[in-house]
């Protein structure tokens, strides 16, 4: 717990006071241990080398620390939506001399704006300008790339008066009954749920979908928990959908926006991680339009 406050500390200081423009892209893999010079105290004890949506700036000083084996390697997505891998192992990387030459991630031409770029560039501001937000959502990045279908999906949702429409959240689930729990998000991105999970049975047909039912729904960012109760109490499970409901005709504006990013970057999750992560920091910035 000690090293992942420090590194949400680390983080929120350096990216605080960094402009957005700074950012030219973020980590997708690494192999091996590495450590930004610019930004770590790389022979601190509670060092911890960088991972997963690591946002990298024009400045950063990537480094191999010990043991190397010339195997390691590192893979950056670049603003443009481009995947940019340096593999120690590759003639090209010169055996990775440090720090890294980061160049290739800086455009040398205008870059054509483009649904990539702008989803691009809206993460990359909201790791500048709320880096305790995009820290919250880069954790617990566990899952392998595969073809699973998820459970839950994120996305916007249509809210009218006390009812939500989970159409969208469901489309890739088998039909059947399911425990949901909705809970409110703080503006760090945190779940608000009550001490003891309490779910609604909820049947799921598609094409005749119903609507979520609370009467104390609002416009905002929410998670969709999916829970368990075979133990005999039910109990909110790692599986969770982030939504961020809208009333018209916001809603549609919204939910075009981010339908355009998912169409553009689903192919990205069966070899990026980070790829659905990336689309979660995209819905709060939605959630601030």
């Known amino acids: 717990m000690k090293c992942i406050l420090c590194l949400v500390v680390f983080l929120g200081t350096a990216l605080a006071a960094d402009d957005s423009a700074q950012l030219v892209g973020t980590v997708v893999s690494t192999r091996g241990i590495w450590c930004d010079e610019a930004y770590q105290n790389c022979r601190s004890e509670n060092f911890r ?49 440090a720090p890294l030459d980061l160049t290739r991630l800086v455009p040398t031409e205008p870059v054509v704006r483009t649904v990539v770029t702008a989803f691009m560039d809206a993460v990359m501001q909201l790791a500048s300008e709320r880096p305790v937000i995009y820290d919250n959502i880069r954790q617990g990045i566990l899952r392998s790339p595969g073809t699973n279908r998820p459970v839950l999906r994120d ?69 969709l928990y999916l829970c368990d109760a ?32 998912d169409q ?19 819905l709060h910035t939605l959630a601030a339009q």
Not at 240 to 261: I, K, N
Not at 265 to 272: A, N, Q, S
């Open 230 to 261: 075979s133990t005999g109490i039910a109990l909110r499970t790692a599986t969770y959908a982030v939504l961020l409901s809208a009333t018209e005709p916001r809603y549609s504006r919204l939910a075009a926006q981010f339908d355009e990013v």
């Open 49 to 97: 080398s960088i991972w997963r949506m690591y946002p990298v700036r024009r400045n950063s000083r990537l480094t191999r620390l010990p043991p190397l084996t010339g195997q390691e390697s590192v893979m950056i997505r670049s603003r443009s939506g481009s995947l940019e891998v340096f593999d120690c192992s590759k003639a090209r990387e010169l055996g990775c001399r």
């Open 155 to 223: 996305g916007v949702a249509r809210l009218a008066g006390d009812k939500l429409a989970l159409e969208g959240v469901l489309r890739d689930a088998a039909p059947g009954d399911f425990l949901l729990e909705l809970c409110p998000t703080d503006e760090s991105s945190q779940p608000r749920c009550p001490d003891q999970a309490r779910p609604v049975q909820y049947r799921w047909t598609p094409g005749h979908a119903i609507s979520y039912r609370d009467a104390s729904l609002a416009p905002g960012l929410y998670r």
């Open 264 to 282: 553009a970057t689903r192919t990205w999750d069966t070899t990026d991680l980070t790829a659905p992560r990336l689309r979660r920091v995209y």
